[in-house]
C-alpha cells in the first residue's frame, strides 16, 4: 500500500468562498482520484487527477467548480469553488496500486462544512 | 441508477460469529470487485477484492464470494471481532486503474 494524507483534515467556510486540498502521496503513482462523500451517501468520484494533463471529471462535475492539479507523481490538489452548502461532504483522494493498478488505497478524507 | 448495492443498512452479529454482507451488481460488465472498511472521520480502508475470473478469494478472517450469474458478491467474517465495527462497502470497475463504483454502505455491529 502507500502512506496518504490530506491537508487540511477539516474546515468550516462560509459560503461563496474556495478551499484548496492538498493530497501527498509518499510515493510516485501513476493514477490518483478525487472521492466525495455526502452526508448519508456513498463514494461518489469527482475526477481522476492526470500527471501533465487536465483532469477527466465524472459527469455532474465540471472544472469551474472542482479544479484539480497534478503537478507531479506524488502530489494533487482539489479545490472546492464558489462554496455552497450542497458542498458539505468528506473528500477524499485515492491511489491506484497493484500489479495492474486493480486496487485503489484512499487517505483520510477532508470534512468539509459550509456555512 | 444504482449499479452497485447492498441492501442491508445495517447488521449485528454476535462477537465469534460470522458477519455476512452482501453485494448485488447490475452491470455484468464490472470485472474487478473490492471491500472497504470505514471508520467514522477516516478514509475506507481496503479489505479484499476479487476478479471476475474467480467466484472465491480468501485473506485470513476475510473471504469474498462471487456469484456471476447472480451478480451477487458477498462478504464473510469469521470469527468476527469488536474491532470489525464499522461501515463496509463494496465497489466494482471496470478492468485496472479505473473508476471504483460504491455500494451504499452496510454498518456493521459486532456485540460482546
Known amino acids: 500500500s502507500a502512506v496518504i494524507s490530506q491537508k487540511p483534515s477539516r474546515d468550516i467556510c462560509q459560503r461563496g468562498t474556495s478551499l484548496t486540498i492538498q493530497c501527498q502521496v509518499d510515493s510516485q503513482v501513476t493514477m490518483m482520484f478525487w472521492y466525495r462523500q455526502q452526508p448519508g451517501q456513498s463514494l461518489t468520484l469527482i475526477a481522476t487527477a492526470n500527471q501533465g494533463s487536465e483532469a477527466t471529471y465524472e459527469s455532474g462535475f465540471v472544472i469551474d467548480k472542482f479544479p484539480i492539479s497534478r503537478p507531479n507523481l506524488t502530489f494533487s490538489t482539489l479545490t472546492v469553488s464558489n462554496m455552497s452548502p450542497e458542498d458539505s461532504s468528506i473528500y477524499l483522494c485515492s491511489v491506484a496500486l497493484g500489479t495492474s493498478g486493480e486496487t485503489q488505497y484512499f487517505g483520510p478524507g477532508t470534512r468539509l462544512l459550509v456555512l | 441508477d444504482q449499479q452497485v448495492k447492498q441492501n442491508s443498512p445495517s447488521l449485528s452479529v454476535q462477537e465469534g460469529r460470522i458477519s455476512i454482507l452482501n453485494c448485488d451488481y447490475t452491470n455484468s460488465m464490472f470485472d474487478y470487485f473490492l471491500w472497504y472498511k470505514k471508520y467514522p472521520a477516516e478514509g475506507p480502508t481496503f479489505l479484499i477484492s476479487?476478479?471476475?475470473?474467480?467466484d472465491k478469494n480468501e485473506d485470513g478472517r476475510f473471504t469474498v464470494f462471487l456469484n456471476k450469474s447472480a451478480k451477487h458478491l458477498s462478504l464473510h467474517i469469521v470469527p468476527s471481532q469488536p474491532g470489525d465495527s464499522a461501515v463496509y462497502f463494496c465497489?466494482?470497475?471496470?478492468?485496472?486503474?479505473?473508476?471504483?463504483?460504491f455500494g451504499t454502505g452496510t454498518r456493521l455491529q459486532v456485540t460482546l
Open positions: 476479487i476478479s471476475s475470473i474467480k
Open positions: 465497489a466494482a470497475s471496470f478492468g485496472t486503474a479505473s473508476k471504483l463504483t
